[in-house]
């Protein structure tokens, strides 16, 4: 922990210190947090097929070869990261497309995790056919759309792959300066697997752990109760009202502008949020809900709205990625926290106003207006692996709205730009705050832990050159380094 802050400019004397740690005219900041990530999504796409990037369907295909040259014996085929968005034809892939790989069962999840596009040996062994029908969900020629992608079973993996993936996962947090996060929605097998991982000393960072929407999952922790150790909180629980955008599941009040006639997929109606939302105060936990179109903001917003606003709960609107200008009066509650991804609106916004229309667009990404209508009360993430781990690519495009090429010139809807010292404390108090560990982590304050993120740049400097020339010098987490860019320790 901290034990003290010294003003050496007023001659105070150093405490004497076992080790000490010269900053050499680097930058020390409190250890960045991500508010909203998917540790196991990501530990698991480390050895799947990476889309990512993938510009068409043919370069999809052709890195599916690629990994079945070098997995020959694999019978399942998983990989993450395809949007259709990025390609020139900008339409669906079908089952038919994955006709090469007869011998396979091929399993590709979007970008968004909203989306799975599979092969016909995969329709074929669970019986989904375009007539299946599923509440929540949608089913077109081998795509599979939100609850549509329940209906298959994955194979389950080992304890020790996990193990080994979580780990190496934990070494990508620390190199791009991550010192805690929160987990977006986990079983109770993951749960209890990452407990023991941390209670022998292997992963190291601090986890805010969301359970998932489950009944046999909110069953288990009814029963043994939440946990609350120095590096796992379990006292949340994560829910879904509708879909995402680039996959057209999420819920809006008016049709898709390039979809008419539709209007998204609700996952939870109102009745079922609200049951949802008095089971959790009874039972003391924090409730984070997903919603990303106007119409699913709003309603999860009139939900929470009927708080008590004395009792701390901090229940979390995740993404709020669409509002109408009136409903950002509901985030003066004191129990309403957006939990936000600025990096979403720098990856959507080629094709955004595609799906709401020139009107609409200007109600998406409204991130500085709900700063201003929760008095700053908002926490930053990047919803990785749906988007890079990095939480400086969080902030750059919070503070600039512009890709790492520095486009828009002015910005994207760039009225809705944040200030450097906003980001940052939503991406470190703030964080914290909506993890309920403001008094543990994410400031430099006495009795903090000493997690730090050391970069070489000052984040308030106007060099137009600044996230070219930003990198993490090391993370320290509770006093240890974790991540040194000058010599082996960390990746």
């Given at each position: 922990?901290?034990?003290s802050i010294i003003d050496h400019s007023g001659g105070q004397e150093y405490p004497v210190a076992k080790?000490?740690?010269?900053?050499?005219?680097?930058?020390?900041?409190?250890?960045?947090?991500?508010?909203?990530?998917?540790?196991?999504?990501?530990?698991?796409?480390?050895?799947?097929?990476?889309?990512?990037?993938?510009?068409?369907?043919?370069?999809?295909?052709?890195?599916?070869?690629?990994?079945?040259?070098?997995?020959?014996?694999?019978e399942w085929i998983i990989g993450r990261g395809w949007d259709q968005n990025d390609w020139t034809e900008?339409?669906?892939?079908?089952?038919?497309?994955?006709?090469?790989?007869?011998?396979?069962?091929?399993?590709?999840?979007?970008?968004?995790?909203?989306?799975?596009?599979?092969?016909?040996?995969?329709?074929?062994?669970?019986?989904?056919?375009?007539?299946?029908?599923?509440?929540?969900?949608?089913?077109?020629?081998?795509?599979?759309?939100?609850?549509?992608?329940?209906?298959?079973?994955?194979?389950?993996?080992?304890?020790?792959?996990?193990?080994?993936?979580?780990?190496?996962?934990?070494?990508?947090?620390?190199?791009?300066?991550?010192?805690?996060?929160?987990?977006?929605?986990?079983?109770?097998?993951?749960?209890?697997?990452?407990?023991?991982?941390?209670?022998?000393?292997?992963?190291?960072?601090?986890?805010?752990?969301?359970?998932?929407?489950?009944?046999?999952?909110?069953?288990?922790?009814?029963?043994?109760?939440?946990?609350?150790?120095?590096?796992?909180?379990?006292?949340?629980?994560?829910?879904?009202?509708?879909?995402?955008?680039?996959?057209?599941?999420?819920?809006?009040?008016?049709?898709?502008?390039?979809?008419?006639?539709?209007?998204?997929?609700?996952?939870?109606?109102?009745?079922?949020?609200?049951?949802?939302?008095?089971?959790?105060?009874?039972?003391g936990w924090q409730l984070c809900v997903h919603a990303i179109g106007d119409s699913a903001h709003h309603?999860?917003?009139?939900?929470?709205?009927?708080?008590?606003?004395?009792?701390?709960?901090?229940?979390?609107?995740?993404?709020?990625?669409?509002?109408?200008?009136?409903?950002?009066?509901?985030?003066?509650?004191?129990?309403?926290?957006?939990?936000?991804?600025?990096?979403?609106?720098?990856?959507?916004?080629?094709?955004?106003?595609?799906?709401?229309?020139?009107?609409?667009?200007?109600?998406?990404?409204?991130?500085?207006?709900?700063?201003?209508?929760?008095?700053?009360?908002?926490?930053?993430?990047?919803?990785?692996?749906?988007?890079?781990?990095?939480?400086?690519?969080?902030?750059?495009?919070?503070?600039?709205?512009?890709?790492?090429?520095?486009?828009?010139?002015?910005?994207?809807?760039?009225?809705?730009?944040?200030?450097?010292?906003?980001?940052?404390?939503?991406?470190?108090?703030?964080?914290?705050?909506?993890?309920?560990?403001?008094?543990?982590?994410?400031?430099?304050?006495?009795?903090?832990?000493?997690?730090?993120?050391?970069?070489?740049?000052?984040?308030?400097?106007?060099?137009?050159?600044?996230?070219?020339?930003?990198?993490?010098?090391?993370?320290?987490?509770?006093?240890?380094?974790?991540?040194?860019?000058?010599?082996?320790?960390?990746?």
């Amino acid at each position: 922990k901290i034990a003290s802050i010294i003003d050496h400019s007023g001659g105070q004397e150093y405490p004497v210190a076992k080790s000490t740690l010269s900053l050499n005219g680097q930058h020390l900041y409190p250890g960045f947090i991500d508010a909203h990530g998917h540790l196991f999504g990501y530990a698991r796409t480390l050895s799947t097929v990476n889309l990512i990037g993938a510009a068409s369907k043919q370069e999809c295909i052709e890195r599916i070869k690629t990994y079945i040259r070098l997995h020959p014996n694999e019978e399942w085929i998983i990989g993450r990261g395809w949007d259709q968005n990025d390609w020139t034809e900008q339409r669906y892939p079908s089952a038919n497309d994955l006709a090469a790989f007869s011998e396979k069962y091929v399993y590709l999840t979007r970008i968004d995790g909203h989306a799975a596009w599979v092969n016909q040996p995969v329709l074929d062994a669970f019986s989904i056919t375009n007539e299946t029908k599923v509440d929540g969900g949608q089913i077109m020629d081998g795509i599979l759309i939100d609850n549509a992608e329940t209906l298959v079973t994955l194979p389950k993996l080992i304890n020790r792959y996990w193990r080994t993936a979580l780990l190496q996962a934990q070494d990508s947090l620390v190199k791009y300066g991550l010192t805690a996060m929160t987990d977006a929605g986990l079983s109770t097998h993951q749960i209890l697997l990452l407990d023991s991982l941390q209670e022998e000393g292997s992963f190291k960072l601090f986890v805010n752990a969301m359970i998932s929407n489950h009944e046999e999952d909110l069953q288990y922790f009814e029963n043994h109760g939440p946990i609350e150790k120095p590096l796992l909180r379990v006292k949340s629980v994560k829910a879904y009202l509708d879909g995402a955008l680039g996959s057209r599941g999420a819920l809006l009040r008016d049709p898709y502008h390039d979809l008419p006639d539709h209007y998204g997929l609700p996952l939870l109606s109102p009745e079922q949020l609200d049951v949802l939302r008095e089971r959790c105060v009874q039972n003391g936990w924090q409730l984070c809900v997903h919603a990303i179109g106007d119409s699913a903001h709003h309603v999860l917003l009139e939900s929470f709205n009927e708080l008590d606003t004395i009792a701390d709960l901090r229940f979390r609107v995740e993404h709020a990625q669409i509002m109408t200008p009136e409903d950002s009066a509901f985030y003066a509650h004191p129990n309403i926290i957006a939990s936000v991804q600025p990096t979403h609106a720098t990856s959507d916004m080629y094709w955004a106003e595609d799906r709401l229309g020139p009107h609409r667009i200007h109600h998406a990404y409204s991130y500085r207006r709900i700063f201003n209508a929760a008095n700053e009360r908002v926490a930053f993430g990047t919803d990785f692996p749906i988007e890079h781990i990095d939480p400086l690519a969080t902030f750059f495009a919070a503070t600039t709205r512009q890709d790492k090429n520095h486009w828009p010139e002015h910005g994207f809807l760039p009225e809705q730009e944040i200030s450097p010292g906003m980001a940052i404390r939503a991406m470190t108090r703030e964080a914290a705050y909506s993890a309920f560990g403001e008094d543990t982590y994410g400031s430099i304050a006495i009795g903090q832990k000493a997690n730090f993120t050391l970069l070489n740049t000052n984040l308030w400097s106007e060099d137009a050159a600044l996230r070219e020339r930003t990198q993490v010098v090391k993370t320290i987490v509770g006093g240890q380094v974790l991540y040194d860019s000058n010599s082996n320790k960390g990746r």
